[in-house]
């Protein structure tokens, strides 16, 4: 089944603990993007890839890092997570380089919260 | 300001109705997507134009480039179709998105 999975689902950690939250797709896509969704604000795009080792930032990237070494991958790493980070995360991908090239498939979220 | 603005922000219907959700932005675009959030929080996307008309089943999807206006129009609307509905502008040489806040539709039975 073509989907994009995201690790884990829930989290609740505590400030200035590493984590990372896995995204992988099974459709060959070449763009996969990171977003967080926060009442009132609505979704930001946090970063994105347009291949294997190319990544550019979004609107909201402080306090973020990503890395794409392989095409189904895409993690999202907080290196020293802070409240403000406590969000819905959402990870996406499309088939071509850009997400207007063809659908975007969404993962189904991952709630973090930050204490 | 935001980019992306969509109106009306909540938005109630009675099923059956034809149902328009707008949006504007300001910047140059390359694409323009509309996304559905159903209440159990998934994301589907729905439409992605850069010119014209778009329909798939009962959704259609229009877009005025001069104007930088985008509405998404439901008709004979269904209490399947309550769901929180986002616009999104794609921009830029590398394609970033920037979303709109996202209208609340809720269809009555």
């Known amino acids: 089944e073509a989907q994009v999975t995201q690790n884990p689902r829930y989290l609740i950690t505590v400030t200035g603990k590493k984590l990372t939250v896995t995204c992988s797709q099974n459709?060959?896509?070449?763009?996969m993007s990171w977003y967080r969704q926060d009442p009132g604000l609505g979704l930001r795009q946090i970063y994105y890839?347009?291949?294997?080792?190319?990544?550019d930032k979004g609107d909201v990237p402080e306090g973020y890092k990503v890395s794409r070494k392989e095409k189904r991958n895409f993690p999202l790493i907080l290196e020293s997570p802070s409240p403000n980070q406590t969000s819905l995360y959402f990870c996406?991908?499309?088939?071509?380089?850009?997400?207007?090239?063809?659908?975007?498939?969404f993962g189904p979220g991952t709630r973090l919260t930050v204490l | 300001k935001n980019e992306v603005e969509q109106s009306p922000q909540n938005l109630t219907a009675q099923e059956g109705e034809f149902i328009t959700i707008n949006c504007s932005y300001s910047?140059?675009?390359?694409?323009l997507h509309w996304l559905q959030q159903h209440p159990g929080g998934g994301i589907v996307s729905l439409f992605m134009?850069?010119?014209g008309k778009k329909k798939h089943g009962r959704l259609i999807a229009t877009i005025n480039i001069q104007e930088k206006h985008s509405s998404l129009h439901i008709t004979a609307s269904h209490p399947r179709d309550s769901a929180v509905y986002i616009c999104?502008?794609?921009?830029?040489?590398?394609?970033?998105?920037?979303f709109g806040k996202g209208i609340t539709l809720s269809v009555r039975p």
């Open positions: 996406a991908s499309s088939f071509g380089g850009f997400p207007s090239t063809d659908t975007q498939y």
């Open positions: 459709m060959n896509h070449e763009y």
């Open positions: 890839s347009m291949n294997v080792e190319v990544t």
């Open positions: 910047v140059g675009i390359s694409a």
């Open positions: 134009l850069s010119s």
């Open positions: 999104a502008a794609e921009t830029g040489a590398n394609s970033k998105l920037t």
